[in-house]
């Protein structure tokens, strides 16, 4: 197994080698770090409901086990799917499983480590890892393409919070106090920190962000007027709260930063864009 997932925190190691009693127990023998522990029926479940998946979908499982989030993802909600897992003899299991279920065309399952695998063809990921991990894949799950959703049980991901938590009752849980188990889900935001150029209408305006993860702050300026924006991203939708000014949403495509609805006096505004500056200023 690579490094990476080797530099586990007390937490994680302790939840590791709690995981990998239970999985000694009552599954297949753990052979890596992060032990193989199936997500219950109900879990697996709620994190295909919770990322809306559907038709056209495509779902990774990083670390896929017996492969019941793929399958099902498959059956019930007509995706694609591609499972990696470390373990040769899950991977088989897997395989037969899908072909049980009757969604092998659908449902793939490749011997691969989760760190080689390339995500960029998910529309929606799914992991049921360690909180090390979970972090270690960060960065590549932030590079990702705006609006791929990312689902994990129990892990966060630091200090990118969720966009939504459910919590679902797991009654035989045989790790830690708790018997529930958390579906987190987060929306990879589009990247948007910076200068924004105003054209046609807007020649001369300009709109400067900061971001971290799926929140921004900015301003946008408009001859002597600067109006404050901060707000949530959902993939490439930027949207600020219904307040003094009213709501403002923006569409971020590629270099483009075009104003989708606006609302008090800006409402004349709907439609137009800016462009990403390729210097520090507009002019
Ligand atoms: C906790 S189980 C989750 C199984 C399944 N996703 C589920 O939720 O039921 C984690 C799985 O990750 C696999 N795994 C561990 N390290 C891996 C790696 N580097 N690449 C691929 N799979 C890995 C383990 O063998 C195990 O089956």
Redesign the pocket.
């Known amino acids: 197994?690579q490094a990476n997932?080797r530099h586990f925190t007390p937490l994680a190691s302790i939840f590791a080698a709690a995981l990998a009693l239970v999985a000694g127990h009552s599954h297949a023998q753990p052979?890596?770090e992060?032990?193989?522990?199936?997500?219950p029926d109900n879990v697996t479940l709620e994190m295909l409901n919770i990322s809306g998946v559907k038709k056209g979908d495509h779902v990774i499982?990083l670390?896929?086990?017996d492969g019941?989030?793929v399958i099902l993802a498959a059956k019930r909600f007509e995706a694609t799917g591609l499972g990696?897992?470390?373990?040769p003899r899950?991977v088989e299991q897997s395989k037969a499983n899908a072909r049980d279920a009757g969604v092998a065309d659908k449902a793939e399952f490749r011997e691969?480590?989760?760190?080689k695998t390339d995500l960029a063809p998910a529309s929606v990921i799914t992991m049921?890892?360690l909180p090390d991990v979970n972090l270690s894949l960060r960065p590549a799950i932030l590079a990702l393409k705006p609006g791929t959703r990312i689902v994990s049980?129990d892990w966060d991901m630091g200090d990118w919070a969720p966009d939504r938590t459910t919590v679902v009752d797991v009654p035989n849980k045989a790790v830690g106090r708790e018997k529930s188990s958390k579906i987190l889900l987060w929306t990879v935001p589009a990247k948007v920190a910076g200068l924004w150029c105003g054209a046609g209408l807007f020649r001369g305006a300009s709109i400067r962000l900061t971001q971290k993860y799926q929140t921004f702050d900015g301003t946008l300026a408009f001859r002597d007027r600067t109006r404050p924006l901060k707000g949530t991203i959902n993939g490439n939708e930027l949207r600020t709260p219904a307040g003094d000014n009213g709501e403002l949403v923006l569409q971020a495509t590629g270099d483009a930063l075009r104003i989708a609805s606006a609302q008090g006096n800006l409402a004349l505004a709907q439609g137009q864009s800016f462009r990403r500056a390729t210097g520090d200023s507009c002019s």
């Not at 992060?34 to 997500?39: D, E, L, N, R, Y």
């Not at 691969?112 to 760190?115: E, G, H, K, R, S």
Request: avoid cysteine.
């Open positions: 197994m997932l052979t890596e992060v032990p193989f522990v199936t997500s499982d670390g896929s086990g019941r989030i990696v897992e470390i373990d899950l691969q480590d989760l760190f049921y890892l049980h």
